[in-house]
């Protein structure tokens, strides 16, 4: 079975500085996606990034990015000059290829500090 | 326009009172979600419909059913409630054979007292 482990469950960063919320995920699909939400005290799930295991490439969104370490199976997000509205529970998710199940990690609550 | 949405936000009711959340999608997709989170926001998949067909079912107690009227609606009904199934709920819809993420609904807050 697929698992998907967040080994922080809290994280705080000062605010400008930069942070990284760490994934691993156990699975022995060669094709999946994997993807980080974000869940503000407002409780909407918002999609921060995606990564599709086929792509070398680490996506980027702006002030974030991940580092994907397909080998490992690792998915960092790096978070940049963080600001105040980043504070968040973060979510790390895995989906298999056009699958309709996804999984998700327990959370990293990240707390911003001015 | 909310790409899924949730009715109510809100429902505080009486244990043993039976309760329903509804859920519209209104992006096409085929496939449906409902997942529970609890106090530690530990978010659990309850049930997925994919056109109108149950595909997962994950432990849940009998008391929750799911229903589908067609693949843009997906309605969750409780019997006889109890104090743990105070949670926020979501829905979540998703479109088969693409890669794409899951879009959530705000959630629903049922508070059983």
């Known amino acids: 079975a697929q698992t998907v482990t967040q080994s922080q469950p809290e994280m705080s960063v000062q605010e400008a500085e930069t942070v990284t919320l760490s994934c691993t995920y156990d699975?022995?699909?060669?094709?999946?996606?994997l993807f980080w939400y974000k869940q503000p005290p407002s409780r909407q799930m918002i999609l921060v990034i995606r990564?599709?295991?086929?792509?070398?490439q680490n996506a980027t969104e702006n002030r974030f990015s991940v580092n994907f370490q397909k080998a490992a199976k690792s998915f960092s997000l790096k978070i940049s000059d963080s600001q105040l509205g980043d504070a968040a529970m973060y979510f790390c998710?895995?989906?298999?290829?056009?699958?309709?199940?996804?999984?998700f990690g327990p959370g990293t609550r990240l707390s911003v500090l001015p | 326009d909310t790409a899924v949405s949730q009715t109510p936000k809100y429902l505080v009711t009486q244990m043993g009172n039976d309760k329903s959340i509804k859920c519209e999608q209104n992006l096409g997709h085929d496939t449906m979600y409902w997942y529970k989170q609890d106090s530690k926001k530990f978010l659990k998949i309850m049930f997925s419909y994919n056109n109108k067909e149950l595909i997962i079912n994950e432990t849940v107690p009998n008391r929750f059913s799911p229903k589908s009227p067609d693949k843009a609606h997906l309605n969750l009904h409780i019997n006889s409630l109890e104090l743990g199934d105070s949670a926020v709920y979501f829905c979540?819809?998703?479109?088969?054979?693409?890669?794409?993420?899951?879009?959530f609904g705000p959630g629903t807050r049922l508070t059983v007292t």
């Open positions: 998710a895995y989906r298999i290829n056009y699958g309709q199940n996804f999984v």
């Open positions: 699975t022995s699909e060669s094709d999946y996606y």
């Open positions: 979540a819809s998703s479109q088969a054979g693409t890669p794409y993420e899951q879009y």
């Open positions: 990564q599709e295991a086929y792509k070398q």
